[in-house]
């Protein structure tokens, strides 16, 4: 699974795969050999513990099994902290959040079927693992996790996430995912339309980024939390609220990329004790703004075991077809309204340094 899912990953610093393979005349994105069935070749770019890229530029796999390729690249944004993220490990482990877990996967099963690739449809240039899920903010890997259990069709997976606390975990729970440090609002490492499908979970959006690496008739699969979410504690232990038109800006701002094919919402009931709630208050983004034993305090006001709605939204969205005209370009020529989608590389590679 994991030598599959290199075969989308282009360097971001030069864009080069990491294949392995010598450079041939044109080629540029030759698929790897097949490997003999029942066999899992260590690809030579994985050389020891480094990933290193056809121009040989290499970066670093953690002993715990993530790779970092932000190496070098910094960040405007704030990782979740090793507290956030052990406090959703646990509430995560509970099975709180299960139902929406199951919910998830079966829609991202649906659109692992082969029959989701139109006839007609452009096809995929370049290397392309099958079956692969990319998890845009992949976390502790929860989600993604019921996904691969669930979904026999995904046979590569891709998560990143900008926390190396949170791909610790990951890494433990899909040690065959493909488990990389990357920040979403960034051109993302990966080929063009080499995706299956896309899972967004809580996470942010990069939809110019989600369009160009999802492959025709794919599915870009986001989960949202809905206004009634946690309501009956929100405000009594300082939970950020939800903004009421969340959905219908979620809507427009993948506008003119996607259109939205089906909306499933997952509501039902939890039973949270004070530790529950703590957790809950301390794993989102709330948790870069409170301190643990403020949280503490806050939560003795409540019942012992409270009850509080879980209410999520999983919105299916597919890509708005590339014209015809596009589609039927000579190898070469650059596409004539979609800049950067088809020639397999991010629009304008990150000056990312992997050294
Ligand atoms: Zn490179």
Redesign the pocket.
Known sequence: MFPAALAALL?P????PFDARPPAGGTHGAPPEPATPGEVPEPAALSGQALV?????SFDRARQGYINLLTGAGTAFVPDTAAMVAARDEFLQAGHYQPLAEAIAARAAAGLQPEGLPPEGPRPEGPRPEGLVVDAGTGTGYYLRALLDRAPAATASIGLDLSKFALRRAARTNPDTLNLVWDLWRPLPLAAACADVILVVFAPRNPAEFARILRPGGTLLVVTPLPGHLAEIAIGVGLLGIQADKQEMLVASLAGSFLLAQEEDVNYTLRLDHADVARLALMGPAGHHVAADAVAARVQSLPEVSEVSASFRISAFTPVPVPPVAARRRPGQEPRSVSGRANGRPPGPPAAS?T
Request: net charge neutral.
């Open positions: 360097c610093s030069c864009a080069a890229c056809r121009e040989g530029h992997g």
